[in-house]
């Protein structure tokens, strides 16, 4: 009986020093002495017989939130220590009653913490730091998401797309793609809308490209097609799966045409593309026919934004290649029958009437390139053979004039 009186006389002393050492942790914390509450705390909890004392968790949480205030504490994560701490605090005290008389704000000032962390890293370019940071305050709002927690009102939403978007923008520029992607899937599976995302999509798609994934990258080509129809990226990668066979890319084309059939770019493209099929180094076999398709697409392109100076310059080339098709097939005739020099002047009127459809267009170009005040090479370029043309134009029709009045024009491109 003594020794069993005497055993339960040091366990209740060694309950009462146990409780003590709280204490004093709490009077450290309530006065700031952080550093001492931490020597403090983390010798409690490295006696064993402590691991699984609710409280002491409780107050390492408390001391490593405060510790990590300060920014030049950087020999471990505090915040996510504390966070650590906090949740082992919940397992061992389902009441969670310590954490309920602050409404369980401890995990939102952790968010808070990382948040703020994560945007001062990313403005200063600390990519790296910022994506950690930003992870990290996923991990605690979603942790905070499945318990319900609500401080003040507020409640932490299913998904922050702005910070998973944040997430995936500090990975992506941190080199780290294989992490930051799936963060970017998050939002593209919702199909969110919005400046803020149009750039998902498209990254996403080109991840799986370079990952040589097709399955994925048919998925988000698909849903990024359907969200942003009018994102000109689609086109573009459209037109890679087709490579450099010509066939194909003009029936990609034609495709996505049919879809979005007044993009004035991608009809300028369409045009540009089969201008160079048509005009290349090598005649196709359907010469003719795409020369008919080229003046039909040039003229839609021309409609959907007439005073497109690009659209209206290929206009005046393609013009310029059948007035010289026509005048070869001309100069081909040799013989002097009456039947033929009946056809010579049946052609002579229609190479005529071609000139004079390839002079509006060249007039209205050259009228265009003439009021812009930013001139690149290409553009200089351009409206320098446009020029050549009106000469070759006014030369054809004998007024020295404006002959005399393009070629001084012409001196002034340079």
Not at 42 to 67: F, R
Not at 77 to 100: G, S, V
Not at 246 to 267: I, V, W, Y
Request: net charge positive; aromatic share 12%; no cysteine.
């Amino acid at each position: 009986m003594r020794k069993i009186i005497l055993s339960a006389f040091l366990v209740a002393a060694s309950t009462a020093l146990f409780a003590q050492k709280l204490d004093d942790i709490q009077e450290k914390i309530q006065k700031g002495k952080f550093a001492e509450a931490r020597q403090s705390i983390d010798q409690v909890l490295s006696d064993p017989k402590n691991q699984n004392t609710a409280n002491a968790w409780y107050y390492k949480g408390v001391v490593y939130s405060e510790l990590a205030k300060d920014s030049t504490k950087q020999d471990l994560d505090y915040n996510m220590e504390a966070f650590t701490a906090f949740k082992k605090y919940q397992e061992l005290d389902p009441k969670n009653i310590m954490l309920m008389l602050n409404q369980n704000g401890n995990f939102f000032q952790l968010y808070e913490s990382y948040y703020n962390r994560g945007i001062k890293a990313f403005n200063t370019k600390n990519y790296e730091k910022a994506f950690s940071d930003f992870e990290n305050a996923l991990k605690v709002k979603d942790y905070v998401y499945t318990k319900g927690y609500e401080v003040n009102g507020f409640k932490f939403p299913a998904l922050d797309t702005q910070l998973v978007n944040l997430t995936g923008s500090a990975g992506m520029l941190a080199k780290k793609d294989d992490a930051a992607i799936p963060y970017f899937q998050l939002i593209a599976d919702q199909k969110l809308k919005g400046d803020d995302f149009k750039d998902v999509y498209p990254i996403i798609v080109d991840y799986y490209t370079k990952k040589k994934d097709s399955v994925n990258r048919a998925k988000y080509l698909a849903i990024g097609m359907e969200v942003l129809p009018a994102n000109p990226y689609w086109a573009q990668s459209k037109l890679q799966e087709a490579g450099d066979d010509k066939g194909k890319r003009l029936a990609q084309f034609q495709e996505l045409l049919k879809n979005d059939p007044t993009n004035h770019d991608l009809l300028v493209d369409y045009a540009v593309e089969l201008f160079n099929y048509t005009y290349g180094k090598d005649k196709p076999a359907d010469y003719t026919q795409r020369q008919a398709e080229l003046t039909v697409a040039l003229q839609n392109a021309i409609n959907s934004k007439p005073n497109s100076t690009y659209a209206n310059y290929i206009m005046t080339q393609h013009l310029s290649n059948q007035v010289y098709d026509m005048q070869q097939d001309y100069n081909a005739i040799k013989s002097t029958k009456p039947e033929d020099i009946k056809k010579k002047q049946a052609m002579n009127k229609d190479i005529e009437k071609k000139s004079e459809e390839m002079f509006a267009f060249s007039d209205a170009t050259y009228k265009l390139y003439d009021v812009m005040t930013d001139l690149k090479a290409a553009d200089k370029a351009n409206f320098r053979n446009v020029t050549n043309q009106m000469v070759d134009y006014y030369r054809m029709k004998k007024q020295p004039e404006k002959i005399k009045f393009y070629q001084d024009r012409l001196k002034t491109i340079q």
